[in-house]
DNA sequence: CCAAAAGTGTTGATATTACACCCATGT
DNA sequence: ACATGGGTGTAATATCAACACTTTTGG
């Protein structure tokens, strides 16, 4: 691309890129290690950075909104359909130029459906040049992808107690037993099963499917599933704010905007 | 500016614009009506939405970044120096458009020093095409940015609990009663005195100065600062995540990124 | 019967709330 | 003295963490 000194690159119009952090929740352990959250990552083919590992983003198209750009990185890296998205936040420092091009990037980060994540590992992985890489073993990344991977772990973590979060980790129907699981490998803390069992139960946004899980040697468990309105229940901090679906498209893609509020303030949508 | 026609500007690379939603509150109402939220617009020169008002903001220059542009939005509406300043979100949606091009605004909001609003109401205000409006008595806005304001001062509300944020609205010393007033413009709703005495004292961020206030015929109150360390003790949510000043410039403007954890994560800052 | 996880109960610590009450002051 | 907000006490309630205990299964 022929562009004249650093100088002018400098003087260029800021160049706009949409960055995605996508994960996915490792399908249980069965070998009962903890599961693991793992995402995907684009070996850089081009200066700077050539060759080291970076999260998947592209240029925004100037038709296209950023939902739908941050959904393109993800078409990119997966085929396995994204089921909930949210803005992360918007990094912007001229330091964070790409050859001297000063370059603002939006990043979103999404959640993979509970799917089976092995089969993804095969394919996708090897065919072009992405890796999946467990969230706690990462190399080292390009720009300041660090930054950004660890912050949206950080804003998983502390959107598990929004049932719409959740439920993008789990197949239904499950035991509270599994849930528990989950939340904790997100967590990375242990919790009691019994006060977590009372506070699920509380937050009424499970419901009770009659059928139980019998397997191996012990008490079957009751299977549950997420409440239909479990979007609009909430059972902690976001209890008020939590979105509906304003995308509409994409079957069951959630799309809900920062601390879940913005998109109950669009007029539009 | 002479661009092609629609189709041709559609597909023009999108623009980057920093828009921001400034807040002060009113001096103590002496008059005993509860003080209120302001914040500055812009009476708009060009199409579209000629003559609407609408939030300060402007194109990204390439060699600031995003902090450094919204500050210049301050700049450009007001002269006294806002002491906190948070990114709010991104909006990006093609229809935004300004002249059929795409439009991307990085917003941020801004608390500015619970200065004399009063002053700021004669003078910048009338300058230029510039002037203040209650929160709670806003005229029509252009684009979407009444969703914008919307957001901002939902974030504002769920940020009171953070002692950064606090205390940019409050002269010191100050009583608790009058803190509590404060708080209660800000959130709309009543607070029992009492409590929220204890629960401010119990958070460790304010420290007696020892003096007191003795206004009308009653009891004198103590005074009270917010203590130097006020920024990592937080009382609630927050608590664990605030982040210091990672800008360090400008004297006592806060830098806080979004939900506070950012700047910790930061490497360099 | 036993191991193991499911599920229930209980208890003490801590927060939150509502409200009664006293205190110190200028007029 | 008294009205007014400053400041304290307190009892009812809610929340929550810890952990003992019972239940139900397959082996």
């Known amino acids: 691309m022929g562009y004249g000194n650093v100088s002018e690159r400098r003087s260029a119009p800021p160049q706009i890129g949409v960055t995605s952090v996508i994960l996915a929740l490792e399908s249980e352990a069965h070998g009962h290690a903890r599961c693991r959250l793992w995402l995907p990552l684009v070996q850089r083919t081009r200066e ?24 393109a990185t993800l078409a990119s890296t997966t085929d396995l359909h994204p089921t909930y998205l949210e803005q992360l936040y918007t990094f912007g420092d001229p330091m964070r130029s790409s050859n001297g091009i000063p370059m603002v990037s939006v990043c979103y980060w999404a959640l993979l459906d509970h799917t089976d994540l092995g089969a993804e590992l095969g394919t996708a992985a090897n065919a072009h040049n992405v890796r999946w890489f467990p969230v706690d073993d990462l190399p080292e990344l390009a720009f300041d992808h660090t930054t950004i991977v660890e912050y949206a772990l950080w804003r998983l973590r502390h959107r598990m107690d929004a049932p719409n979060v959740v439920r993008q980790l789990i197949a239904e129907p499950f035991t509270l037993g599994q849930l528990r699981d989950v939340v904790e490998a997100v ?83």
Chains 1, 2 share one sequence.
Do not use: C, I
Not at 233 to 243: D, K, L, R, S, T
């Open 187 to 269: 967590l990375g803390e242990e919790l009691d099963l019994a006060n977590f069992r009372r506070k699920m139960l509380a937050s009424h946004t499970l419901e009770d499917t009659g059928e139980v899980a019998r397997e191996g040697r012990r008490r079957p468990a009751a299977l549950y599933r997420f409440a239909d309105h479990a979007e609009e229940e909430g059972f902690a901090f976001f209890a008020e704010h939590v979105a509906g679906n304003p995308h509409g498209a994409r079957g069951t893609l959630q799309v809900d905007s920062p601390d879940d509020v913005l998109s109950a303030l669009m007029p539009h949508a």
């Open 48 to 71: 700077p950075f050539k060759g080291m590992w970076a999260l998947p983003g592209g240029q925004l198209q100037a038709n296209r909104s950023l939902e739908e750009s941050a959904f």
